[in-house]
């Protein structure tokens, strides 16, 4: 119960990655047939990938950029388009709780000079709405995540895009679509994803570049990718990619049930803070246990082989900077859970979890 730290790559994407490593391993730069089927096959996944990030039943209207994962997507976004952003405008709008990797980049954007406005959901009663609100003429970039990963807590982004959109029309709208693809509507110029948050495999993502946008390759070299990205091309990452989002099924209806479950189990439990509202996503659920600090939950868990998190997993184990932007009080922090699901946990699962916590909390606290 711990996907949003990352998944088991489906049948479908271990099927197609040793069918990719076995017959289509050709170099997709090759002018021969072997490098030619790999280079059909990365424009096959292209295919699907712009079918499936769009909000309507049309693909999305752009590119994709294969990259190693997120992380690289969101500093080439933001890293890559900072020569186009510099000439107009100095105004950057962005959220308190993104991830490390825009948080981070945005704060070297900060120390060469521009003037970066983070908000936070705790101050916003329509976040949309006060994202919007901040972007003013001399505003290049926003950058935002469509849904959070240690709370789950969503935003309308084609709303956001549009209403931006509307106000300045060069302002460079970016998501981090990670936790948010396959599962919410998404649109934007540029949006990252990642393949092992939807059951591919590590080492490969992907950044959608509207048309009509333009970005600066972070790596140069061979050219390949229409020369945004050099490097050969991991074709058998590509294929599983593929093929994982091929085989994705919305399964929103099953999540809902298994929050629901896990609500009720933590409702018969004392002193439990719910960290996620009505306004999150159904597979994640973030609570605290009050009186129990979330390392010594998440190892008494382990010992049944129930894997959650503290908060995210790339943080380890470190303090959240994200949850006081959501308005949690430090105690909670300290004792905040992450549960996130995938369509293979079951309602058995959420009741082991439960019951496990209970008799957590009967030791500790005893
Ligand atoms: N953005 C968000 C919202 C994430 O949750 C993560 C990973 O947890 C990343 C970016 C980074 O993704 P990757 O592991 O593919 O680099």
Redesign the pocket.
């Given at each position: 119960m711990d996907n949003?730290?990352t998944t088991k790559p489906c049948a479908e994407c271990v099927k197609a990655v040793n069918e990719a490593m076995e017959n289509g391993f050709g170099n997709a730069s090759s002018l021969h047939g072997l490098g030619g089927s790999s280079n059909s096959m990365i424009a096959r996944a292209r295919k699907t990938l712009l079918a499936a990030v769009t909000s309507t039943n049309k693909p999305f209207d752009g590119s994709v950029l294969f990259t190693s994962?997120?992380?690289?997507s969101?500093n080439t976004a933001l890293l890559g388009s900072l020569h186009r952003f510099r000439p107009h405008g100095k105004k950057i709008v962005s959220t308190a709780i993104e991830?490390p990797?825009?948080a981070k980049t945005l704060t070297l954007f900060e120390e060469d000079g521009l003037n970066v406005v983070r908000l936070a959901p705790k101050d916003c009663d329509d976040f949309v709405e006060a994202l919007v609100n901040e972007v003013d003429e001399n505003t290049a970039l926003l950058s935002a995540?469509a849904v959070n990963?240690e709370t789950g807590f969503k935003i309308d982004v084609p709303r956001l895009y549009k209403e931006v959109k509307q106000k300045n029309p060069r302002t460079i709208v970016h998501i981090?679509a990670?936790?948010g693809f396959l599962k919410v509507p998404l649109d934007g110029d540029l949006i990252?994803v990642?393949g092992?948050?939807i059951h591919s495999t590590k080492g490969i993502?992907a950044l959608f570049i509207k048309n009509g946008e333009r970005i600066l390759p972070l790596l140069s070299g061979g050219g390949q990718q229409g020369g945004l990205r050099s490097g050969t091309e991991p074709v058998e990452l590509i294929a599983g990619f593929e093929a994982a989002v091929r085989a994705y099924s919305g399964c929103e209806e099953h999540f809902n049930k298994l929050k629901t479950r896990l609500l009720d189990g933590l409702s018969r439990l004392e002193d439990i803070g719910i960290n996620s509202g009505a306004d999150c996503v159904p597979n994640i659920v973030n609570f605290s246990v009050r009186g129990v600090r979330s390392e010594t939950m998440l190892h008494s868990l382990e010992e049944d082989e129930i894997y959650v998190s503290s908060g995210?997993?790339?943080s380890k184990g470190k303090k959240s900077d994200v949850l006081p932007a959501f308005g949690i009080s430090d105690k909670d922090i300290d004792c905040a859970v992450r549960v996130s699901f995938c369509a293979e946990n079951t309602e058995d699962d959420v009741d082991a979890l439960c019951n496990k916590i209970a008799k957590t909390i009967t030791r500790i606290r005893r």
């Open positions: 949003a730290a994962g997120a992380t690289e969101n991830h990797s825009v995540m990963n981090d990670v936790q990252s990642s092992h948050k993502g995210s997993a790339c």
